[in-house]
């Protein structure tokens, strides 16, 4: 062990001198070669072929080790593992880090790593404990969970590509530490245990040992455990009464805990400068030690009690190595005897006067006589300091503690200093009842008992409840048919009997076992804090309660969800969209997965592309009332692909805009899986290409059927009965693609029909093919054509067949009228001249001299630019539904 120079009396030299070299024997005799300092030469055998590894060198023939720390071997591999390393971060370390920046969606921290660590929003515990996804709120709202300068503990979750840290808090025991004080050590120093964690009951402190180099002491707080928790009764909201000056006070640290937090400090302080592992027993010895020779807070910083400490711990060393004994556990087995906490490992450096870091705590009070501090409050220092002095300010002579490493003395000399204040006011106490308050503790520290939470048997017996709890609750789920499998982790009621009114109240809702099994998460929901809360809402809107049990087995995650902030913005963001407050209820109902959608995002995005491809802004609450779907659809990954295939068979972009104003729907038509493999065989069942557009622009529900039986079936049905040809029925579909939609009794009806007026099967099937709509037309309407044809216009029933589109015109608006005005004038002209045009072009053809033959020819083909019309007619959410089968 390398010289420490402490400037103390020459008794105190001796007897540290003393402690020193019994530590360095006990070392030197334990394990002599396990450590070496810099140029110390590493036995080894050549011969073997040693690989020589990090901290060693070749010298003159020798493996000499270029760093102070432990040998190991592995295999033919001898390396040095560095006492003095920087922190080396293993996941599911637990660390205490201090807030540098608020980032987007992330806390940067620094962790005494070569690089900083991240704390992610999402892997964050919400100070609300409701377990629900992260939204923009949350993110406007991360200053008011931790801001710069905060100290918080956390857990190593993983490493990123860059070598950073990712860390996680997703329990109440992780978050933001107050009340107390953070010191700096050597990693080294904090080794790797069960429990980082410790209440030490009778100081009433927290003590956290990050493995980061990085410890806290601060005032217990009681923390919740997240495993279990029982749902709360709702309580009455109180009146908010102004609390008073004294009320006020209470809430402050007290002023013995607040010297109990500085004796804890001071004695981290000690055991880190001579570079004893840093443990909460050795803490508590240290602490024991400090008050059973009467050492003030500020005295124990001082020479005298160092060298009492470095007497205490070569006397343990020198006890547990002398008299190794066996002792036994509870159950009756042997039980090696422990090694010592501070290994050779753990003290055998260089003296750490060169770059010491450490925490001054200063409390102004009577005890420690700072009179320099002008409130009551707690500072907190931060020195880098090359030599190290302590003053005693109530004594007049300076008694002082100099470490240092090859380097003169230099007292009161202070090189660097960084300082906070944080106001803590408090209550001030007597010296006396703090005495008193101080013996009684060490009575209760003699009697016995650990100073660990953790290690009481009550609660070992509280954890083992609340785990044994849990397993009956799963027991009861096995038992009504639920797999519990991933609920692990999740929050659940403490009770059975809670978990089974929770599964009684999703039953009421409509809500089987296996609809439980399909999201078992929904377990999770409080009744009264996440149920009710989101129902009400639902209903208030006009969710209907015939509805609800649909709703929620499609889009169960609505019962997780905040009112505020998920489901309100959506119901005001589709309230912009111009869909009316009485449509709301009606667009949740068809598409409740709406509630989970950003409003920034897939949503906003969607309407956005529909309108610049000519959708009327007018008519998008009309579209999104009638199709909601589409504002879960990617415009990249299903619109646009949709509208460009569309686009590609001939249909104007316009058109296409059309037919989604009037048919939204079309655009839930898998393309891939519908529309390609149906416009396929439209093209097998002898419809030309060209055509396709036409088909689809009339019927654009063709597009999304189940085709291939229907035209299997349509096709074989009329070729029974009038026996059409494959290029007659590819026609039939070009002039109304509805025929696939048709039914057997209004084909074989009309059909029928067409005999009894005298015509033919050859004329009935020529008529068909000229005028597939005869199949499909008001039957009424058609005998009324046809007794007018037959009783008043005197025609032979081969014009029927040449122009059988005669049925399809209004009798009074358009039949009627014009056979009046022909037959006035005592012109012999065809039914196609007469009614294949407009009002306009009959008025003009009654003024020629002579009838124009060309004008004569079959004008009924479907006119595309019709589509495209702008339309006129006001669209209301108010409509009847379309049906694929409409033609029935």
Not at 666 to 682: D, S, Y
Request: net charge neutral; glycine share 6%.
């Amino acid at each position: 062990m390398r010289g420490i120079e402490l400037p103390l009396n020459q008794t105190q030299k001796i007897r540290l001198q003393r402690a020193l070299e019994l530590l360095d024997s006990l070392s030197s005799g334990t394990n002599s070669n396990a450590s070496v300092t810099v140029a110390d030469s590493i036995p080894v055998n050549q011969e073997d072929g040693v690989l020589k590894g990090h901290g060693t060198t070749e010298l003159e023939g020798e493996v000499v080790a270029t760093v102070c720390g432990v040998i190991e071997r592995v295999n033919k591999l001898v390396y040095v593992r560095t006492l003095r390393a920087r922190y080396k971060p293993e996941v599911g370390d637990i660390i205490v880090g201090r807030v540098l920046e608020v980032a987007p969606k992330r806390w940067r921290l620094e962790i005494n790593f070569s690089q900083d660590a991240v704390l992610m929003l999402s892997s964050m515990n919400l100070p609300d404990g409701i377990q629900r996804r992260r939204t923009a709120v949350d993110e406007l709202n991360m200053r008011t969970i931790f801001e710069e300068n905060d100290v918080i503990c956390a857990e190593v979750r993983d490493f990123m590509r860059d070598g950073s840290l990712q860390l996680q808090a997703r329990s109440q025991k992780y978050g933001k530490l107050e009340r107390g004080q953070m010191l700096t050590i050597s990693p080294y120093l904090v080794k790797r245990r069960k429990q980082h964690f410790h209440h030490l009951e009778q100081y009433n402190i927290d003590l956290i040992l990050g493995c980061n180099g990085f410890i806290w002491v601060g005032e217990h707080v009681e923390t919740k455990d997240n495993n279990m928790v029982e749902d709360d009764p709702i309580k009455p909201i109180k009146p908010q009464i102004p609390i008073g000056l004294e009320e006020q006070e209470e809430t402050y640290t007290p002023l013995e805990t607040r010297q109990n937090i500085c004796k804890i400090a001071n004695a981290i302080r000690v055991l880190s400068t001579f570079g004893f592992s840093i443990t909460v027993d050795v803490i508590q010895e240290v602490v024991d030690l400090g008050n059973s020779k009467g050492v003030d807070i500020h005295e124990m910083l001082g020479a005298e009690f160092c060298v009492l400490v470095a007497e205490r711990e070569a006397e343990r060393r020198s006890r547990n190595i002398r008299y190794p004994t066996h002792s036994h556990s509870r159950s009756g087995k042997k039980i090696q005897p422990a090694a010592p906490p501070c290994s050779t490992a753990h003290w055998r450096f260089p003296a750490i006067g060169t770059d010491a870091r450490f925490f001054v705590y200063a409390v102004s009070m009577k005890i420690i006589g700072c009179n320099c501090i002008p409130k009551s409050s707690i500072l907190i220092a931060h020195h880098e300091i090359s030599s190290l002095t302590f003053c005693n300010p109530l004594k007049t002579t300076t008694s002082a503690l100099l470490i240092s490493n090859h380097q003169h003395k230099r007292p009161n000399f202070i090189t660097k200093l960084q300082c906070s204040v944080a106001s803590r006011p408090y209550s001030s106490n007597s010296t006396n009842s703090s005495t008193s308050k101080s013996d009684s503790v060490r009575m209760n520290r003699k009697q016995g008992g650990s100073s660990s939470i953790y290690s009481r048997t009550s609660l070992l017996e509280m954890k083992n409840e609340r785990i044994a709890n849990r397993a009956r609750v799963y027991d009861f789920l096995k038992g009504i048919g639920i797999e519990p499998d991933e609920l692990d982790g999740l929050e659940l009621p403490v009770t059975v009997d809670v978990m089974k009114e929770r599964v009684d109240f999703l039953h009421t809702l409509g809500l089987t076992i296996e609809d439980i099994n399909n999201y078992p998460l929904v377990l999770g929901c409080s009744v009264k804090k996440n149920m009710i809360p989101v129902l009400d809402y639902l209903g208030k809107l006009g969710v209907k309660r015939s509805t609800l049990t649909d709703f929620l087995q499609r889009y169960p995650q609505v019962l997780h969800a905040s009112v505020v902030v998920d489901l309100a913005p959506v119901v005001k963001y589709l309230e912009g969209m111009d869909i009316k407050p009485n449509d709301i209820p009606r667009v949740l109902e068809k598409y409740p997965e709406v509630l989970g959608y950003k409003l920034e995002g897939t949503m906003s995005t969607s309407v956005a592309y529909l309108v610049g491809i000519g959708v009327a802004r007018r008519e998008i609450g009309s579209v999104l009332t009638r199709y909601p779907e589409i504002l879960g659809m990617r415009v990249g990954r299903v619109i646009k692909p949709f509208v460009d295939y569309l686009e590609s068979l001939g249909i104007p972009t316009l058109a296409i805009a059309r037919l989604i104003e009037t048919r939204p729907h079309i655009l839930g038509f898998g393309l891939e899986h519908k529309v390609k493999p149906n416009v396929k065989l439209l093209k097998q069942f002898s419809v030309r290409e060209g055509s396709i557009s036409s088909v689809i622009a009339q019927y654009p529900e063709i597009i999304g059927l189940d085709l291939e039986s229907r035209l299997s079936k349509q096709q074989t049905f009329l070729n029974s009965i009038i026996d059409f040809t494959q290029e007659d029925f590819g026609k039939i579909i070009e002039k109304m693609p509805q025929i696939v939609s048709l039914s057997n009794p209004a084909v074989i009806k009309h059909v029928d029909f067409l005999k009894t007026c005298g015509f033919s099967l050859d004329q009935v099937k020529k008529m068909v093919v000229g005028c597939p709509q005869l199949l499909a037309l008001n039957m009424d309407i058609m005998k009324l054509n046809f007794d007018y044809f037959e009783s008043k216009m005197g025609r032979e029933l081969d014009e029927l067949v040449e122009f059988p589109a005669f049925f399809t015109y209004g009798l009074e608006s358009t039949i009627k009228p014009r056979h009046r005005v022909v037959a006035k004038k005592g012109l012999k002209c065809s039914l196609a001249w007469l009614l294949n045009c407009s009002n306009a072009k009959f008025e003009e053809r009654m003024n020629y001299d002579t009838i124009d033959m060309e004008e004569m020819g079959d004008d009924s083909g479907f006119d595309m630019n019709s589509l495209m019309e702008p339309r006129n007619d006001g669209s209301d959410s108010e409509f009847d539904e379309d049906s694929d089968e409409e033609y029935l």
